[in-house]
């Protein structure tokens, strides 16, 4: 595992940066390294308590600043109120996260229709309104600005069982790719993470409740053996939210320790041949 900080110190210095879900989970994992490396960061979700301790805990271990604005980006008002908040708070907002999701795994003609909107409207809906209501504040005030939004790999191959996910994840990366192409040319970069599995109590109180874990070791799809650590996805989204990665615009950058090539190749399922009979099988075609 390489879990070391990996850009230089002062690499964000002064950016502001919002980070939607950013009081849990990646998100402030990602927003702690952030404000490490210099960023004034604003956190924003639903949850007022969640916000505020996950602040005081940031700040002391950082020294940094953070600020909770509590924001459901299903509703664009409220993200309009973010913006100004964080204007008002720190002079400009410099980049945008989009990591606030919801998710649960399913048999699709379980769901109810409101079970669909649920999802959907938290990551394609919510992603849409805060990048909206960013991209109009940074091309009216001609300032530059990053949007990194977190996809995941089914974004691109969708999956069973967590189709209201895959449907809106895949939205949002065909939303990265789409703004990338618009909104280049005045100065707004915009880039996608797809991450693998990493432990998180939001993603795996949900995914992998004990029915899944019985059916499924998803550490067995994971060709180099391991969960993700945080620090790993954090120095990745720290480079996109960074100028270091001024070129990089449209990418969808996947850390997942091969699980979806391994998941996607026709014949990975050779893995469970074992040995002995690669050695006859030798044998066998040399005679
Ligand atoms: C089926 C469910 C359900 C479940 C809720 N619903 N949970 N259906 N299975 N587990 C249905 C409800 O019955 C209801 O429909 C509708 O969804 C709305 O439910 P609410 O509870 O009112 O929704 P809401 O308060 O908006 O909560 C959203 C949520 C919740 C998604 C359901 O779990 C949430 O807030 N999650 C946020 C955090 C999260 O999910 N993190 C994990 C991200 S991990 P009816 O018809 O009954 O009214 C991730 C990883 C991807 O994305 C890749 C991993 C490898
Ligand atoms: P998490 O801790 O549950 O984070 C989800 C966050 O979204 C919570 O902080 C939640 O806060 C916020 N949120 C939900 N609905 C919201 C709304 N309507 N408005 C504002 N905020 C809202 O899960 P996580 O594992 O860290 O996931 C973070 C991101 O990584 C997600 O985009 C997820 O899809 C992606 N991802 C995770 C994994 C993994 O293995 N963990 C893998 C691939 C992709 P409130 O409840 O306070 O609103």
Not at 181 to 188: D, L, P, V, Y
Request: charged share 20%; hydrophobic share 45%.
């Amino acid at each position: 595992m390489y879990n070391e900080p990996m850009l230089r110190e002062n690499a964000l210095l002064g950016k502001c940066i919002i980070i939607t879900g950013g009081g849990t989970g990646l998100g402030k994992s990602i927003a702690k390294y952030c404000g490490e490396l210099g960023a004034h960061v604003i956190i924003a979700s639903r949850k007022a308590d969640v916000l505020e301790a996950t602040v005081n805990e940031l700040h002391e271990k950082t020294k940094a600043p953070f600020f909770p604005v509590v924001c459901d980006v299903r509703n664009y008002e409220e993200v309009d109120a973010l913006l100004r908040k964080s204007i008002e708070k720190f002079g400009r907002v410099d980049a945008l996260l989009n990591n606030a999701a919801g998710n649960f795994v399913m048999p699709t003609e379980r769901l109810s229709h409101r079970a669909f909107d649920a999802v959907i409207d938290i990551v394609l809906r919510g992603t849409c309104n805060c990048s909206l209501a960013l991209g109009k504040y940074w091309i009216e005030n001609k300032l530059p600005g990053v949007i990194l939004n977190v996809v995941t790999t089914y974004a691109f191959t969708g999956s069973a069982y967590v189709v209201p996910s895959a449907a809106a994840k895949g939205g949002v990366l065909a939303l990265t790719r789409s703004l990338a192409a618009e909104w280049g040319r005045k100065n707004i970069r915009v880039n996608a993470i797809a991450p693998g599995p990493f432990p998180t109590e939001g993603a795996w109180s949900r995914l992998f409740p004990p029915v899944v874990q019985e059916a499924v070791d998803p550490m067995k799809r994971i060709p180099v053996g391991r969960f993700g650590d945080h620090q790993e996805l954090a120095n990745l989204a720290a480079y996109l939210l960074s100028d270091f990665s001024a070129y990089v615009n449209g990418e969808v950058m996947v850390i997942d320790g091969g699980e979806w090539v391994h998941g996607a190749g026709q014949f990975t399922g050779l893995e469970a041949v074992p040995d002995e009979l690669w050695d006859m099988w030798e044998k066998m075609r040399k005679k």
